[in-house]
Structure formats: C-alpha cells, structure tokens
C-alpha cells in the first residue's frame, strides 16, 4: 500500500470558507461566552482547523450590556489602564466599564483568550460586538450561534 499518496491537505487562510455567525449575549457568563468566541474566531471548531493559518468565521456580538459575572466579580475585578506617564495608570471595574462601553468587556475577555501572536490581529478584527439588538451585519446572513 503507498501510504504517501495520502497526504494531509493543511487549510489556509485563501482555502477557508468564512460564515458568519451572531451571538446574543443576554444572561450570559462573560468568560464561558468569550471562549466559545474565541474557539469560533480562531477556526477551533472547525475541522480543518490549522494552528498557523487564520481559517476563523466572523462573529457579531448583540446585547453585551447585559452580561453578568459570577461571584462577586462585579465590583472586585479590576481593568487596569495606563497611559505611560506619571500618575497615568487607572481602575475601573466592571460595573464602571458596562455603565458607559459595554462592548469592551466583551472585547477584552476575547482579546485575552487569542494567542499572542502576528495572527491574532487578523483573528480579532473578525469581532464585532455591539450594545443594542441593532447591528449593520444583516446582508451576510449571519447563523445564530448557540452558547450553552
């Protein structure tokens, strides 16, 4: 038997076929919603999926103001900012950040959970999230992703 003739096709990022999906993220846990966005961004769930290439589908985030963390994280956790000058670092939590840009807690939960590389620039501009059930995405057709 040749056992070279079958040969693993490695997906690339011009071979990939992008969908479109949309996430409604009313009563949802923030950080189980961003993993399961970041397996979708990043391609994990699909099964031609190749760690070096960008074969990720497009993800649009609706109603992210209503959100909610477990335990006490509301008022505990902290995102810390800082401009570079002196005095220049601040806190804000996460009541804070909803209560005037929800979308960045979204936002930076899913940043955090892409690989730190050339390639997660390219993973992450595939993110759009937005605050009101309104969103400009309607002529792609997006799927509604299930989040368990």
């Known amino acids: 038997m040749d056992t070279l003739s ?3 096709k490695s997906a690339n990022a011009q071979t990939t076929e992008r969908q479109w999906f949309i ?3 009313t009563d949802m846990v923030v950080g189980r919603l961003a993993t399961k966005i970041a397996d979708v961004l990043r391609g994990k769930n699909k099964p031609s999926f190749t760690p070096h290439a960008d074969t990720g589908d497009f993800v649009v985030v609706i109603n992210c103001e209503k959100v909610i963390f477990t335990g006490r994280k509301m008022d505990d956790k902290e995102y810390i900012t800082y401009s570079g000058y ?3 670092q601040k806190r804000k939590t996460p009541r804070q950040v909803l209560a005037k840009h929800p979308e960045r807690v979204i936002e930076n939960a899913v940043k955090g959970m892409l690989p730190k590389n050339k390639l997660s620039n390219a993973i992450y501009k595939k ?3 937005y605050a009101g059930e309104e969103h400009p995405h309607g002529a792609q057709k997006p799927q509604t ?3 368990k």
């Open 127 to 129: 993110l759009f999230v």
């Open 6 to 8: 079958y040969k693993t």
């Open 23 to 25: 996430v409604d993220a």
């Open 86 to 88: 002196p005095g220049g």
């Open 145 to 147: 992703l299930e989040i």
